[in-house]
């Protein structure tokens, strides 16, 4: 087993706290940096990679939740523990949040603490996570090797066929007819197992001949497959999902579109999924690239919408047909008013705007009923399907087929 004491890294905007977890975190045999922004915390998990971190929720320049959503966009899976001096309902809405995100929300800490709560947190988190939480040490237990992941990694994966996509159905909230497929990238890794997207597109990024190359073989890939089911390559459309860093290349429209010239495919049967977050970095060269996507006949969704209203204002004059209601506010629209409230919101103004709305992460049929009462044009989650491979389709479609629908009183 390493030597190496676990590392912990705070956010906390009132320094003071911080130097008084630090210490406390010392004294307990840890090794402890705090952080009071949030530019100076992303660029320390960075550097860091700390193996448990505690987060202020109510910060000076920007919210704790927002932070959750960055940890969840670099793949962070290290033990976090939330404080906050609000109410209870905030941190548990919170954690909620960060676990649905995927992130490990080990405790809440309501603020102030005592310094024995503290130093009982911290102790929890050492013996579960210790061996879980460092670098991959060949010389220990039963765990195979592992090998590092990298962008090369990824790209030899693509050639040596570890790359594999599996597809979750997006339907129509009227009739449930199926409207769209979303194509999802796994990585069944040799040693490593099974390597979701939000683990190894993160890495992908970091090389920008990757990741182009990776979407390229998402569309490509997705698109020969689809072939081979009839229902398919008549009836629906495909999503595939876009990276932002493929965004920064001006000959991006003109590479797709060839690609999907080649492979005898129409382009309005493509969606290209991107996130909120991606186009808000260089928002000019950005809507240069949407632009002449759709003007060449890509429909285009904002993935995981609900992250910022600033982006609501973005989309009146953006060429986006359609967005994706993020899968935090679906999970919570039953449970939580504030989430109950932006859904709504979202597809009253997306409406106004002439955009078709998608809830994504439909877990139960109330959740469904809830969001259909308000108004979302279609939805995608589990209760509808889990993502499948593409030998499981054929069957899943003609099961979803309107005969099907009916006889499960689905409409
Ligand atoms: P996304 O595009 O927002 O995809 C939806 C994610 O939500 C998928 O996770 C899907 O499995 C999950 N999901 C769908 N319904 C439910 C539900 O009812 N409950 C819950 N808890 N989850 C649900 P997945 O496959 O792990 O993908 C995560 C993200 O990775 C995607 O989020 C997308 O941003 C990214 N990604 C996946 N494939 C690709 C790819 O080929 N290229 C790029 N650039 N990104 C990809
Ligand atoms: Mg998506
Ligand atoms: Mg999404």
């Excluded at 040693?191 to 683990?199: A, H, I, K, S, Y």
């Excluded at 990276?243 to 991006?252: D, I, V």
């Excluded at 009923?369 to 939805?379: A, C, I, K, M």
Aim: charge should be negative.
């Amino acid at each position: 087993m390493s030597d190496r004491p676990m590392r912990l890294l705070i956010l906390d905007d009132e320094v003071a706290v911080g130097r008084l977890l630090v210490r406390v975190a010392e004294r307990a045999g840890w090794e402890a940096r705090s952080t009071a922004t949030a530019g100076e915390f992303q660029v320390q998990v960075g550097v860091d990679r700390p193996d448990a971190i505690m987060l202020d929720l109510h910060l000076g320049d920007a919210d704790g939740i927002e932070q959750l959503r960055f940890l969840h966009g670099r793949g962070y899976d290290g033990t976090i523990v939330l404080m906050s001096g609000f109410a209870d309902r905030v941190l548990d809405a919170a954690r909620e949040l960060g676990t649905s995100l995927g992130l490990t929300i080990s405790a809440i800490v309501a603020k102030p603490a005592t310094i024995e709560e503290i130093e009982a947190v911290l102790a929890a988190i050492q013996m579960p996570d210790r061996t879980a939480a460092i670098e991959p040490d060949e010389t220990h237990g039963a765990a195979p090797s592992l090998g590092p992941l990298s962008a090369a990694r990824i790209d030899q994966g693509m050639i040596d066929g570890e790359l594999q996509l599996e597809y979750q159905p997006i339907v129509n909230g009227k009739d449930r007819a199926v409207e769209e497929i979303e194509a999802l990238a796994r990585w069944h890794h040799p040693t490593r197992g099974l390597v979701m997207p939000n683990e190894f597109i993160p890495i992908s990024e970091q090389d920008t001949g990757v990741i182009d190359r990776l979407t390229m073989w998402v569309v490509r890939t997705a698109n020969e497959q689809s072939k081979r089911i009839h229902r398919l390559a008549t009836e629906t459309r495909l999503a595939v999902n876009v990276s932002a860093k493929n965004l920064r290349s001006l000959e991006f429209p003109d590479q797709l579109a060839g690609l999907v010239a080649e492979l005898g495919a129409a382009p309005s049967n493509l969606t290209l999924e991107i996130t909120e977050s991606a186009t808000t970095s260089d928002p000019t060269a950005t809507m240069d690239i949407l632009t002449r996507l759709r003007l060449k006949g890509f429909r285009l969704a904002m993935d995981d919408f609900g992250t910022g209203f600033s982006s609501l204002k973005a989309l009146v004059n953006s060429p986006f047909s359609e967005i994706k209601i993020d899968k935090s506010f679906v999970a919570n629209v039953l449970a939580s008013r504030d989430a109950r409230v932006i859904v709504k919101t979202v597809a009253h103004l997306a409406h106004d705007m002439g955009l078709k709305t998608v809830a994504e992460g439909a877990e139960t049929q109330a959740v469904v009923d809830q969001l259909l009462e308000f108004g979302v044009d279609s939805v995608q989650g589990y209760h509808v399907s889990r993502p499948m491979p593409a030998n499981r389709l054929d069957g899943w479609l003609s099961e979803w087929s309107a005969a099907g629908r009916r006889a499960r009183g689905w409409c």
